[in-house]
């Protein structure tokens, strides 16, 4: 046997193991993939729709903290030596501060409202929710119209001959801000708790008034330990948006990290953009570690095999003071701001604001709102049926990252865009599909939390039967489970759609030129302190957003 055929028949029998293993090898993949499926990996399409979103939603987080790390170490000790500890604190005391007083506020009204004899009730359970229709900027603009330099009251104040001292009121200040930012957050606490202390079992409350507790005490040792959860998810909800705002701080001329990120993008200092958001993310990030740190640590559990419904305490001589208080509250955060916007909007109809441009901001409003509302409802299908129906550390994986955009700032969802869009899609740059797209990355968790709240509703089986018949995931998906979640996709794509229509940072950074919303123009007329041209667009908001109060109202 020559030396040429020794070396081809071992090539051979290489050749014939490697065809051995191969298949062995094949085999062990897949039955991994199996396992990481539990025995039910979902179609190519699916998956590949899945993994495309969470892509989508994750670029504004890779893309600051990439460009943060790489701005060099000058922009990061010129930042930290003077800008990032003043920022700091205006941030965080702000937002401890909101967040205190919105709980207090928030739990005060849902025990006057919801365990006590106070008349009308029920109506004060709708109408204390109203301010979540209002955006905190509205707000600030019909607060600077009458409490600012030039408002109602400082005008009065000045033309009066009885007063000799300046107007006490600075309402472009800390406890401007402040105020402001309360009165149209407590809802998200007031909601909330009122919905776990109508929940709250009745004999809790017997027993400790058996052993000699009065009303107080049973409040602080036994209702107060069961509204712990419910007051840390307001809570959560409450700093996130205090740390994400901009209309409202910037018409108030007070700069917090989302300030300061939007002036510096606005004048090109994209690394110092990139650092202080890089700040704020860890700022989110802490403030949610502490929100699951304490949730974990306080767990309180029902039985309701005896669930009996709270009994209903009586005001007694308190009941006048319990109506001003509620009252107060309803009249600085609903009736005043409702009242300036509707006082302007007449002024403002008479005197032509209403016009074609006026229609032309609605419609742009209402177009790329509407293309959010619709790209979120599509791409909150494949998540939350690959969360729900294969479920794995991949689909997990696929819904945490698609949770990413609605925990940063506007601004920081536009500063990634910008960058993407600039240097790898310019076709899409300067066009209101940028807007859209930075939309359906910060509220597309909203589409789906309202969709697997109707998913959980519909049994697997019917899933499972449509696959035995052989039709593929993707198809049992729109054949099947889609026309039975529809209302709750339709319902979500609404809370898109009006968030969308408020938002306001990522449409100011990412509008094409000459593409105006109704929520620029507020700004930007309020700012200009032209104030009837502000006001009839920021009443249409108001308007609109009462759908999303609607479906919150019957889901609490």
């Known amino acids: 046997m020559?030396?040429?055929?020794?070396?081809?028949?071992?090539?051979?029998?290489?050749?014939?193991?490697?065809?051995?293993?191969?298949?062995?090898?094949?085999?062990?993949?897949?039955?991994?993939?199996?396992?990481?499926?539990?025995?039910?990996?979902?179609?190519?399409?699916?998956?590949?729709?899945?993994?495309?979103?969470?892509?989508?939603?994750?670029?504004?987080?890779?893309?600051?903290?990439?460009?943060?790390?790489?701005?060099?170490?000058?922009?990061?000790?010129?930042?930290?030596?003077?800008?990032?500890?003043?920022?700091?604190?205006?941030?965080?005391?702000?937002?401890?501060?909101?967040?205190?007083?919105?709980?207090?506020?928030?739990?005060?009204?849902?025990?006057?409202?919801?365990?006590?004899?106070?008349?009308?009730?029920?109506?004060?359970?709708?109408?204390?929710?109203?301010?979540?229709?209002?955006?905190?900027?509205?707000?600030?603009?019909?607060?600077?119209?009458?409490?600012?330099?030039?408002?109602?009251?400082?005008?009065?104040?000045?033309?009066?001959?009885?007063?000799?001292?300046?107007?006490?009121?600075?309402?472009?200040?800390?406890?401007?801000?402040?105020?402001?930012?309360?009165?149209?957050?407590?809802?998200?606490?007031?909601?909330?708790?009122?919905?776990?202390?109508?929940?709250?079992?009745?004999?809790?409350?017997?027993?400790?008034?058996?052993?000699?507790?009065?009303?107080?005490?049973?409040?602080?040792?036994?209702?107060?330990?069961?509204?712990?959860?419910?007051?840390?998810?307001?809570?959560?909800?409450?700093?996130?948006?205090?740390?994400?705002?901009?209309?409202?701080?910037?018409?108030?001329?007070?700069?917090?990290?989302?300030?300061?990120?939007?002036?510096?993008?606005?004048?090109?200092?994209?690394?110092?953009?990139?650092?202080?958001?890089?700040?704020?993310?860890?700022?989110?990030?802490?403030?949610?570690?502490?929100?699951?740190?304490?949730?974990?640590?306080?767990?309180?559990?029902?039985?309701?095999?005896?669930?009996?419904?709270?009994?209903?305490?009586?005001?007694?001589?308190?009941?006048?003071?319990?109506?001003?208080?509620?009252s107060s509250v309803f009249f600085m955060a609903v009736i005043l701001p409702i009242a300036v916007l509707v006082y302007w909007t007449v002024i403002g109809a008479g005197m032509g604001a209403i016009d074609s441009s006026f229609f032309e901001f609605a419609w742009n409003s209402i177009q790329v709102s509407g293309l959010a509302a619709l790209l979120c409802m599509v791409l909150a299908v494949p998540v939350i049926y690959l969360k729900s129906r294969h479920p794995s550390m991949i689909s997990t994986g696929i819904d945490k990252l698609s949770y990413t955009g609605y925990a940063l700032p506007g601004v920081i969802v536009a500063l990634g865009l910008v960058f993407i869009f600039n240097n790898h899609v310019p076709l899409l740059y300067n066009t209101f599909y940028m807007i859209a797209i930075a939309f359906v990355v910060r509220f597309l968790p909203q589409a789906m939390q309202a969709g697997e709240a109707s998913l959980s509703l519909v049994s697997p089986r019917m899933d499972e039967a449509a696959r035995s018949l052989g039709y593929p995931a993707w198809k049992v998906m729109l054949k099947v489970t889609l026309p039975s979640i529809l209302p709750g996709i339709l319902a979500g794509g609404a809370l898109v759609f009006v968030s969308s229509i408020k938002e306001l940072p990522a449409t100011l950074m990412l509008r094409p030129p000459g593409f105006d919303t109704l929520a620029v123009r507020v700004y930007y007329n309020a700012s200009e302190a032209i104030y009837h041209q502000a006001a009839p667009g920021a009443l249409l908001i108001v308007l609109v957003s009462i759908i999303p109060l609607h479906y919150l109202l019957k889901r609490y």
């Open 2 to 326: 020559t030396e040429e055929n020794r070396k081809q028949i071992s090539h051979t029998k290489k050749s014939q193991a490697g065809d051995k293993s191969s298949p062995a090898l094949l085999r062990f993949i897949r039955r991994r993939w199996l396992e990481t499926w539990n025995g039910n990996p979902p179609g190519f399409i699916l998956l590949t729709i899945g993994i495309v979103v969470a892509i989508l939603m994750s670029i504004p987080l890779l893309y600051v903290i990439w460009r943060s790390i790489s701005a060099g170490a000058d922009s990061w000790m010129r930042l930290l030596g003077d800008r990032i500890p003043q920022l700091l604190w205006n941030t965080v005391s702000l937002t401890v501060a909101v967040t205190a007083f919105a709980i207090v506020i928030g739990v005060s009204l849902a025990w006057i409202v919801t365990r006590t004899d106070l008349p009308g009730r029920k109506w004060w359970q709708w109408m204390l929710a109203l301010p979540l229709v209002i955006p905190p900027y509205v707000g600030a603009v019909t607060y600077i119209i009458v409490f600012g330099p030039s408002g109602f009251l400082a005008r009065a104040w000045r033309e009066s001959d009885m007063i000799t001292m300046s107007f006490p009121i600075n309402i472009y200040s800390f406890w401007g801000v402040f105020f402001v930012l309360t009165m149209f957050t407590y809802p998200y606490v007031f909601l909330i708790a009122s919905a776990s202390l109508r929940k709250m079992n009745r004999n809790f409350e017997e027993v400790a008034r058996s052993q000699g507790m009065t009303t107080s005490q049973i409040f602080w040792k036994v209702n107060l330990p069961l509204l712990r959860p419910a007051i840390g998810a307001g809570a959560i909800l409450i700093s996130l948006y205090v740390l994400s705002d901009f209309g409202a701080i910037a018409m108030m001329r007070y700069v917090t990290f989302t300030a300061a990120i939007y002036f510096q993008r606005a004048s090109f200092d994209i690394p110092s953009a990139t650092v202080l958001s890089l700040v704020l993310i860890v700022i989110t990030i802490i403030v949610l570690w502490i929100e699951a740190y304490t949730r974990r640590k306080n767990k309180f559990y029902q039985t309701s095999n005896t669930f009996r419904e709270p009994q209903i305490l009586s005001l007694g001589k308190w009941k006048p003071l319990a109506i001003i208080f509620v």
